[in-house]
Nanobody, 123 residues
Framework: QVQLVESGGGLVQAGDSLRLSCATS????????LGWFRQAPGKEREFVAS???????YYADSVKGRFNISRDNPEKTVYLQMNDLHPDDTAVYYC?????????????????WGRGTQVTVSS
């Protein structure tokens, strides 16, 4: 079972920035697509961003222009840089990996998941 470990969450104020990290020991990391999802209290988990093996990126409309997903293959880590955070960005953020080089935007396409990291944005 692939293990994904998120870090970097916390409590911030509206307008602040945070960078989430997700590390894995998966040996084929360089070949796989990765994604970030989030789940706010009382809501379903939703897509945030994904990145393909080739570095193609996709974003939810709600975070375009504010969030940036990137990957460091030698470090086997994927990042989510979050800028200009809003209170409605408050959620548990989950990292996911897909055993395919092609990025997708739906949960069902991802095979492995982290346990999540809490991001809370106060107004």
């Amino acid at each position: 079972q692939v293990q994904l470990v998120e870090s970097g969450g916390g409590l911030v104020q509206a307008g602040d920035s945070l960078r989430l990290s997700c590390a894995t020991s998966e040996q084929f990391f360089v070949n796989y697509a990765l994604g970030w999802f989030r789940q706010a209290p009382g809501k379903e988990r939703e897509f945030v961003a994904s990145i393909s093996r080739a570095g193609l990126t996709y974003y939810a409309d709600s975070v375009k222009g504010r969030f940036n997903i990137s990957r460091d293959n030698p470090e086997k880590t994927v990042y989510l840089q979050m800028n200009d955070l809003h209170p409605d960005d408050t959620a548990v953020y989950y990292c996911a990996m897909r055993a395919s080089p092609i990025a997708r935007m739906t949960e069902s396409h991802f095979d492995s998941w982290g346990r999540g990291t809490q991001v809370t944005v106060s107004s």
